[in-house]
Structures are given as C-alpha cells and as structure tokens.
C-alpha cells in the first residue's frame, strides 16, 4: 500500500462545476497535509495546506481534513480551464517532521 | 524574492559522465529538499537539510548519488557516473520551516 494514495485521473469537469480531489493516506500519526498544484512542464506550488480536522477556505478552494478516516481532499469551485493542472496530495508524517511524502497526483481537465 | 534558482534548467549527458546540479534556496529558509520527477515513479524525496544538515538521505537511490549544503545559499546534488535511468526531472525546494516547500523551476537531465 503507498503512503499517499490519489486516483491518477484524469478527472474532467465543465467550467463553471466543482471540482472534488481526494487523497488518502495510511500514517495515522500524519500531522500536516498540504495540496500542490504542478502545471504540464512546470514545477508544483503550493496552494492550501490544512492541520485540523474540518474544511478550510481560500478563495474557490477548500480543503477538507478528516483524520479518523485518514481522508483529505480538495474542492475547487467554479472551476475555470486556468485550473487544468495535476494535483498532488502531500503529507507529513508525525514520525518524520519535514519529510512530505507525495502522492502520485490527478491530472483534472476544465471543459470551456 | 528571486525563489528558488536551479541550475543548469537542461544537462544533457553521456553514460558515466559526472552531473552536477545546482541550488540556490530563497533567503532565510532553513530547509532544503532534492527531489525526483518521472513519470513511472511519480515526486521522490531523495534528501533533504535542515540548517544545512543532512536528515534524511534515505531516498537517495545509491552511492552515485550525493549531495552537499555548504552554506545556508547553496547546494549540491552530484551523480557519478550517471546511467540513462537518472534521466528524470530534478527539483529543489526550501522551506521556512519544514512543511510548506517552495520548489525551483527544476532541472532536466537527460543521459544518453
């Protein structure tokens, strides 16, 4: 089993919809749990990260936490074709503070 | 901020020719990451610093590989020799404090 599992995709929405990342990972004493947006040819950057059980928002973003699931995930609303992109999944586990683990990524296609 | 600086962007190679990629992380970040990007293997952490440190070098697939952080400005990652399956896309990232990472544009190599 990885670590940080992510359905590959490719996830495809129609502008406008939302878009639902999902990720789980097996550590249960992971911490810190991060999602990365990496552009075909580009490097990832960082776009949410999140530390507690619940939902977080950033603008159309929201992460969600779930620890007793060992779930996270990522909701992007009104999706736009800017948004195309694979997105990878990053946890920290409790045991090794500073080493991310990644997931392999979903590539998601936004439908004009 | 100039972000993350990686160099050379391209290093195309011969079999058991030495490789030497470059680092410069942003100002005042106290951890440095190397990881590796192929398409089989998905984002590998192959090792990072903190306050110019080695902690984990776990992922350094073998003795080929090694890494260097002389100074809080500066690191190294050196293949020698390098065999076609290191042909793979090579990241640096530094983080202020160990969890969110902030990643360079990235080295290609290819060795024929």
């Known amino acids: 089993q990885k670590e940080v599992e992510q359905n590959s995709g490719p996830l495809s929405v129609p502008e406008g919809a939302i878009a639902s990342l999902n990720c789980t990972y097996s550590?249960?004493?992971?911490?810190?749990f991060f999602w990365y947006r990496q552009y075909s040819g580009k490097s990832p950057e960082l776009i949410m990260f999140i530390y507690s059980n619940g939902d977080k928002e950033d603008g159309r973003f929201t992460a969600q936490l779930n620890k007793a699931s060992q779930y996270v995930s990522l909701l992007i609303r009104d999706s736009q074709p800017s948004d195309s992109a694979t997105y990878l999944c990053?946890?920290?586990?409790?045991?090794?503070?500073?080493?991310?683990?990644f997931g392999d990524g979903t590539t998601l296609t936004v439908k004009p | 901020d100039a972000g993350v600086i990686q160099s050379p962007r391209h290093e195309v190679t011969e079999m058991g020719q030495e490789v030497t990629l470059r680092c410069k992380p942003i100002s005042g970040h106290n951890s440095l990451f190397w990881y590796r990007q192929t398409m089989m293997r998905g984002l590998e952490l192959l090792i990072y610093f903190n306050n110019n440190v080695p902690i984990d070098d776990s992922g350094m697939p073998e003795d080929r590989f090694s890494a260097k952080m002389p100074n809080a400005s500066f690191s190294t990652l050196k293949i020698q020799p390098s065999e076609p399956r290191d042909s793979a896309v090579y990241f640096c990232?530094?983080?202020?404090?160990?969890?969110?990472?902030?990643f360079g544009p990235g080295t290609r190599l290819t060795v024929l």
């Open positions: 550590d249960r004493g992971s911490q810190s």
């Open positions: 990053a946890v920290i586990s409790g045991t090794n503070a500073g080493k991310s683990t």
């Open positions: 990232a530094s983080s202020p404090s160990s969890d969110t990472q902030y």
